[in-house]
């Protein structure tokens, strides 16, 4: 999936914009910069891997491994930027956005310490609250992971 333009203006966002737009923190904030995105279209962000992740003292402490759920973590997170920046809103107390489903997910090899992962989502479709993504995780422009994610924006009582 391609999703980048042609033209050369950028839209980067830096850790301090991300995290103006979602709720996760240390250890959960798993993405550390968007390079490009279109407000209704795509985001790409990047994951840095490192062995000091939470996850590899245990995933597998002698060839660590970042556990899949966790690569699709971090797309699901990189929906959340650009549905925040699509519905131009911040997050707040009064609503919450979940991560609701997950179709045709596909692990194509393991993400080690040292990877770079480019995390590149593209908004399908929306319908009220509900919205649709084709997502992909690539590391050295192999696709490492790829799926449809479902996401949806709920008001909070």
């Known amino acids: 999936m391609t999703t980048e333009t042609e033209n050369t203006e950028l839209s980067p966002m830096d850790i301090h914009q991300i995290m103006e737009h979602l709720p996760h923190r240390y250890p959960f904030l798993l993405i550390d ?6 407000v209704g279209d795509y985001l790409h962000g990047v994951k840095n891997i490192t062995i000091n992740e939470p996850c590899f003292t245990g995933h ?3 060839r ?3 556990p899949g759920v966790l690569i699709l973590e971090a797309l699901a997170q990189a929906t959340g930027v650009l549905g ?5 809103r911040i997050p707040d107390s009064k609503s919450i956005y979940y991560f ?3 179709d045709k997910a596909r692990f194509r090899q393991p993400v080690e310490p040292g990877d770079v992962v480019h995390l590149h989502v593209k908004l399908l479709k929306r ?5 649709k993504f084709s997502a992909e995780a690539l590391v050295d422009g192999k696709v490492v ?8 924006n709920k ?3």
Request: aromatic content about 12%.
């Open 84 to 88: 925040f920046k699509t519905m131009e």
């Open 64 to 66: 660590p491994v970042m």
């Open 33 to 38: 910069k968007v390079i490009d995105y279109k």
């Open 127 to 131: 319908k009220r609250d509900m919205w």
């Open 100 to 102: 609701v489903g997950i």
């Open 155 to 157: 008001e909070l009582p």
């Open 60 to 62: 597998f402490p002698n």
């Open 145 to 152: 992971c790829a799926a449809e994610l479902m996401c949806a």
